[in-house]
């Protein structure tokens, strides 16, 4: 059902804040993952059991300095400790689905709180927001809700070119789009909860006219994405060109270190198996006439994309965490968009579809391994 | 143009202990003849050759990359090779989004008994990589 939380005074944080707290004040849930805004105004993730701690709880602000679902793996490996809630963009939330058929995960006792997702800026732009106030988040929220944006810097690329910012996993669901926040906070809600935190069923809820604002949001957004891929894909095609795009990288890891489904404690990248005795790499540069020192860049991007390609939710955090400015995200998003075709899998939507490298079939692509 | 009729192509290939590397042997024992370009790793099962171990070689140079593993439904551990052939799958996919020949890496199903086949297929693959010429990668210092 569609319940309406009504703003206290007269703006939406003021509402999410209250709502979340009645959460843990009913005794919802034991402990609440949120991003809190600290005194220095950085928007920071945080395990709440304090309901007072809320007040400064800012779910609704357009940054985003990691995926909660490394998070929420962290916090629940193979069972939640206690009665948790979460409260996750839809990327968050497919990248925990995965998390939790790559078994790093667990959404038993976890509570999830989606929010319809307006996408967010990189940290910078977003400070610089702040800083010269260009604009109020309410007013961007408001604009959001009616599928328009503020004058201002552009979203994360992830973020423009997203095509589900609306969580589908989630027990709970607080809308943006559509009526906006002017009346008061629209949640989707199960029954019983609802009775729980006193909520009553919006009879006029207006269905359409959020559909029809996240139709146009999905459109503009759906075409981007479209000509982005098509634009790098027809990069990609020639020869050498992958190698191009990351020849600036540092190996700095930063990209397999916010991507929320490399999951790996000792990735093979962080471990010894690719130094050599110094003659291998005298050898290695006889036989191509100059190597670059040190190696081994684009065959770890290949290498993580073989591994984690199926199950990329185009979040984009590797682009926002690469320090040289690679569109990893959207190299990744690309390629990981095609691999998952191939097996017409789609992360993050059903828990129930086993990943397409650990299920298999008797049955398909007998033509491989046969002569043709 | 490469000198396609001098280039002799080098073959990685990861073999599976339980067939096709002993396909591979009885090839010998068997004294078939086939072109002595490939070099062999043997392996436990095709599946425990993760996508990292034929995208160095390739990186580095090597012109193709043959895994060899026991025909669909043999697998000496029930089920490795069907993983195997959805991660070549998926390799594919990448290596030919990504501007590589995926024709460079081969899966073949060569089971203990096949000797014959093991030869013909190191047969074919020097030919068809002596078509495409030598691996771009030879070349490619900056990666």
């Known amino acids: 059902m569609i319940g309406l939380f009504p703003l206290k005074d007269g703006d939406a944080l003021t509402a999410v804040r209250s709502f979340l707290q009645t959460l843990l004040s009913n005794d919802v849930v034991d402990a609440l993952y949120v991003p809190l805004e600290s005194a220095e105004g950085q928007i920071l993730p945080a395990l709440v059991t304090d309901p007072a701690r809320l007040e400064s709880a800012n779910p609704l602000a357009p940054v985003m300095l990691v995926n909660g679902a490394r998070a929420i793996s962290a916090l629940t490996q193979k069972k939640a400790p206690a009665r948790l809630g979460a409260v996750l963009r839809s990327c968050e939330t497919r990248a925990l689905v995965e998390l939790v058929k790559l078994q790093q995960a667990s959404l038993e006792d976890v509570l999830l709180i989606g929010v319809d997702c307006p996408g967010t800026y990189e940290l910078a732009d977003y400070q610089a927001i702040q800083k010269e106030a260009l604009f109020a988040l309410e007013d961007a929220l408001q604009a959001a809700g009616r599928g328009e944006q503020l004058e201002g810097p552009d979203l994360r690329l992830a973020c423009q070119m997203c095509t589900q910012p609306i969580p589908e996993q989630a027990d709970i669901h607080l809308h943006i789009y559509g009526e906006g926040l002017a009346g008061g906070l629209f949640v989707e ?5 609802a009775e729980k935190l006193g909520l009553t ?3 006029d809820y207006q269905v359409k006219k959020r559909q029809q604002v996240i139709e146009q949001v999905l459109g503009d957004k759906q075409k981007l994405r479209e000509a982005e891929i098509s634009a790098l894909q027809a990069r990609l095609g020639s020869n050498g060109s992958i190698a191009q795009m990351f020849a600036a990288c540092l190996r700095c890891h930063n990209c397999m270190t916010a991507c929320p489904i490399c999951y790996c404690k000792t990735c093979l990248f962080r471990t010894a198996a690719f130094d050599h005795p110094p003659e291998h790499y005298l050898n290695a540069a006889y036989r191509k006439g100059a190597i670059r020192l040190l190696g081994d860049t684009l065959l770890f991007h290949l290498t993580r994309m073989n591994h984690m390609a199926a199950s990329c939710v185009s979040c984009g955090m590797c682009s926002s965490a690469c320090p040289v400015d690679i569109p990893v995200g959207l190299i990744f998003s690309t390629i990981g968009t095609q ?10 939507k059903d828990l129930q579809e086993p990943l397409p490298l650990v299920t298999f079939q008797a049955n398909e692509w007998n033509e491989i391994g046969e002569v043709k | 143009m490469p000198d396609n009729n001098h280039f002799e192509p080098r073959i990685v290939a990861f073999l599976c202990n339980w067939c096709t590397y002993t396909g591979a042997d009885l090839a010998g024992t068997s004294r ?3 072109p002595p370009n490939v070099r062999i790793i043997r392996t436990m099962c095709s599946s425990s050759v993760d ?5 160095k070689p390739l990186l580095d140079g090597a012109d193709g990359v043959l895994i060899g593993g026991c025909h669909p439904g043999d ?3 029930q089920t490795g090779n069907y993983k195997t052939r959805r991660r070549y799958v998926a390799m594919q996919e990448i290596l030919r989004a990504s501007g590589f020949d995926p024709r460079r890496v081969w899966l073949r199903w060569i089971s203990a008994s096949e000797g014959q086949k093991f030869a013909d297929t190191i047969t074919d693959m020097v ?8 691996n ?3 070349v490619a210092w900056a990666i």
């Open chain 2, 127 to 134: 030919a068809s990589l002596k078509e495409m010429g030598p």
């Open chain 2, 136 to 138: 771009p990668m030879q």
């Open chain 1, 189 to 193: 809600i199960g029954e019983e909860l």
């Open chain 1, 201 to 203: 069923p919006v009879l």
């Open chain 2, 32 to 34: 078939l003849q086939y």
């Open chain 1, 339 to 348: 691999v998952q075709a191939a097996f017409g899998y789609t992360p993050g």
């Open chain 2, 51 to 55: 996508p990292v171990y034929v995208l």
């Open chain 2, 75 to 77: 697998c000496h551990y």
